[in-house]
């Protein structure tokens, strides 16, 4: 069966009345299917090295790493960097041919606690489009933090309504995190227009049964996976999503931000430069979250 977690609604006059632009319902899967790399060091119980996301299931639906996701084409911390880093639960010396994603992205490992924007956002972009579950942002204690990102094509929803297949999924290391998401819908990656923002709560997410014991956290904590419908961010029919920004106030542990599509031929053209959303005229490209209301765009404060 199908699981959609409510949140914030209330049951009224025979139906479930949720507040606008306040929690989105999260979209939870059946299963999962990962593999690791051949020279891995992982033994039983929690991963210590890479383990890579294949496929993922709701209901008869089947999304596949190698056509059905796409991940990040730029990624940027805005603030907070010194509460963000990377994480990574390689414990070998690469042998499996995957090192940690600050050697992935040709720096030294050394500098994982480093704030430096060159290092620490392209390593970041590593981590999240490598779709090992070892590999992820680390949240570092309270206080604000923001990133922005993009990913690698844009989509359109494939319905009017909120339905069972989503176009956004997100991991997140222990389901014990609560931020805000807002979609990009045109603009350009540094003057972006969003969506209506809504708050994410990771204890609604679908424990996903793999268990990870990165450097840092010193015992085995379980991923998280929530699945969202376009619908969720207010969005107008046949706009076009392009990336993402989150903001917190304690830094969640998120693994990937991945735009699905169970016809990878929907996939459409990421945002390069500027992108014309003239509510006067048709949108051009392709939709990622598809909403019912027409016109609640707005642009970044």
Request: glycine letters at 12%.
């Given at each position: 069966?199908?699981?959609?977690?409510?949140?914030?609604?209330?049951?009224?006059?025979?139906?479930?009345?949720?507040?606008?632009?306040?929690?989105?319902?999260?979209?939870?899967?059946?299963?999962?299917?990962?593999?690791?790399?051949?020279?891995?060091?992982?033994?039983?119980?929690?991963?210590?090295?890479?383990?890579?996301?294949?496929?993922?299931?709701?209901?008869?639906?089947?999304?596949?790493?190698?056509?059905?996701?796409a991940a990040?084409?730029?990624?940027?911390?805005?603030?907070?960097?010194?509460?963000?880093?990377?994480?990574?639960?390689?414990?070998?010396?690469?042998?499996?041919?995957?090192?940690?994603?600050?050697?992935?992205?040709?720096?030294?490992?050394?500098?994982?606690?480093?704030?430096?924007?060159?290092?620490?956002?392209?390593?970041?972009?590593?981590?999240?489009?490598?779709?090992?579950?070892?590999?992820?942002?680390?949240?570092?204690?309270?206080?604000?933090?923001?990133?922005?990102?993009?990913?690698?094509?844009?989509?359109?929803?494939d319905d009017?309504?909120?339905?069972?297949?989503?176009?956004?999924?997100?991991?997140?290391?222990?389901?014990?995190?609560?931020?805000?998401?807002?979609?990009?819908?045109?603009?350009?990656?540094?003057?972006?227009?969003?969506?209506?923002?809504?708050?994410?709560?990771?204890?609604?997410?679908w424990g996903?049964?793999?268990?990870?014991?990165?450097?840092?956290?010193?015992?085995?904590?379980?991923?998280?996976?929530?699945?969202?419908?376009?619908?969720?961010?207010?969005?107008?029919?046949?706009?076009?999503?392009?990336?993402?920004?989150?903001?917190?106030?304690?830094?969640?542990?998120?693994?990937?931000?991945?735009?699905?599509?169970?016809?990878?031929?929907?996939?459409?053209?990421?945002?390069?430069?500027?992108?014309?959303?003239?509510?006067?005229?048709?949108?051009?490209?392709?939709?990622?979250?598809?909403?019912?209301?027409?016109?609640?765009?707005?642009?970044?404060?």
């Open positions: 069966m199908f699981l959609r977690t409510l949140s914030a609604c209330l049951w009224m006059t025979g139906s479930f009345l949720c507040a606008t632009g306040a929690h989105a319902l999260t979209v939870n899967p059946i299963g999962m299917s990962v593999s690791q790399p051949t020279g891995g060091n992982n033994g039983s119980g929690a991963y210590t090295d890479d383990v890579y996301v294949d496929t993922i299931t709701l209901n008869s639906t089947s999304f596949s790493s190698a056509a059905s996701f990040l084409s730029r990624f940027e911390v805005l603030t907070g960097r010194s509460r963000l880093n990377a994480e990574w639960g390689d414990d070998d010396t690469g042998s499996d041919g995957d090192d940690n994603p600050f050697a992935k992205a040709g720096f030294d490992p050394a500098d994982q606690e480093t704030t430096d924007p060159t290092i620490q956002d392209a390593t970041l972009l590593n981590a999240f489009n490598s779709l090992s579950l070892t590999e992820m942002i680390d949240g570092e204690g309270s206080g604000d933090f923001s990133y922005r990102m993009l990913f690698s094509a844009s989509l359109q929803d009017t309504g909120v339905d069972d297949v989503p176009e956004i999924m997100l991991f997140e290391r222990g389901m014990n995190d609560s931020f805000s998401v807002k979609l990009i819908i045109g603009g350009t990656f540094d003057s972006p227009i969003f969506s209506d923002t809504v708050s994410v709560n990771s204890r609604q997410f996903t049964g793999i268990s990870v014991n990165t450097t840092e956290i010193g015992g085995a904590q379980e991923i998280g996976l929530g699945g969202f419908d376009l619908n969720e961010f207010g969005l107008a029919s046949g706009e076009t999503v392009y990336g993402m920004e989150v903001f917190g106030t304690s830094g969640p542990d998120m693994n990937a931000f991945l735009l699905s599509a169970v016809d990878p031929d929907r996939f459409g053209a990421p945002l390069v430069t500027t992108v014309p959303v003239p509510a006067s005229l048709p949108l051009m490209g392709t939709v990622l979250f598809g909403g019912v209301w027409a016109a609640r765009r707005r642009r970044s404060a």
